[in-house]
């Protein structure tokens, strides 16, 4: 191996402890002796660390070398050129103060690597690496869906009879009410025949109820209804009527036989327009009964009445029970609201019911009429 510049020291002017304290020779040649060399130069350490520890060899003095000694270095890449130092022994007692450790520029990292930059007061720089986010992280969290709210289950309210039920009039307004078949206008379109025959007997009672023998009226004719010869295959009630044709050629097509379904429909037409009209004065006027009563018989049956009728029609009138008297017994199990709210439903169902019954009616004679013509050819 080549030989160290320091040994060049050794053996020109110094002793190996002196090159040792000047020039730090045991750094320099300890990676380029020989074995033998090294542990040699491990004993000259030792001997230059106490001279250094009694501050320098007494009274000797030393000349600088003629010449630069390049000292290389196990963590230098570059060789450093030392400066020639004049030794004496006043420079060895003086206190060896070590040279401070040069701080490294800061370090700039580009945010792309997302880095940290963290400096010291008497140390490089240190870069600390923020974790990268991982690929969930990265995932944008989906919108948060929205679970639909179960409906709360209907609140089941207790049910209550319908209107009408409670009154005596009641169940004859509902079969009134399945009866009738109404337009927009308010007109009847049809009418099924054995539910209008039904609620015809049921009006009838209610009227024995009331007092006066008014039911009488209408059962008679009930029963004509009941024992017609008319076509019993007809459910509508126009058509069932115009089949009773042939019943009224035993009259000569001159009139209508008494018992018959065409005679039943004359007389229900008169008698329910009478007590639609009276139900309507007794909820549209304040009027006693007998009061109402007068005005809906001028308006309606005394006009078909021959002057017997009218007697005693007029005699049964005067039977009838006072206004607060007739609503108590119309009223049953209700209250007088409820006889107020099913006398108007009687009267709005009335109407249009006597409508029909007149247009039937029409119908039928007018029938009878071409047949009667016919027969005369």
Known sequence: ???????????????????????????????????????????????AQAVSDKGGSSGAQFTRPA????????????????????????????????????????????????QKQVVATSHPAKVELEPKATADQLKVADPPVEVPKVADPPVEVPKEEPPGNKSLLGPTNHIFSDALSLGSDGRVLSM???????????????????????????ETNTKKLRNSKASASEEDYRAWMRSELPVHAAAGYKGYVDDSAWMANLWHWYTVEFFVELFAQLVETTSEMKVCADEAYKKTLYNHHNFFQRTAFTAAMKRLPDRNALIAKLQGDGTRDDVHRDVTTFVSLGRPLVSYLCEVNTEVDNLMQSEKKAKRK
């Open 67 to 114: 010449e630069p000694v390049v000292a290389k270095t196990a963590s230098l890449t570059q060789p450093v050129v030392l400066q020639p130092v004049v030794a004496n022994a006043a420079l060895l007692k003086q206190p060896i103060v070590p040279t401070p450790t040069q701080v490294a520029a800061p370090v700039v990292i580009h945010p792309a690597y997302e």
């Open 1 to 47: 191996k080549p030989k160290c510049s320091c040994r060049k020291c050794w053996h020109n002017s110094h002793s190996p402890a002196e090159a040792m304290f000047l020039f730090g020779a045991c750094k320099c040649c300890e990676h380029c002796w020989d074995e033998e060399e090294f542990t040699e130069s491990e004993s000259v350490c030792s001997e």
């Open 192 to 218: 099924k025949r054995s539910r209008f025959v039904e609620g015809m007997e049921s009006f009838a009672g209610i009227l024995d109820t009331i007092g006066g023998g008014m039911g009488s009226h209408l």
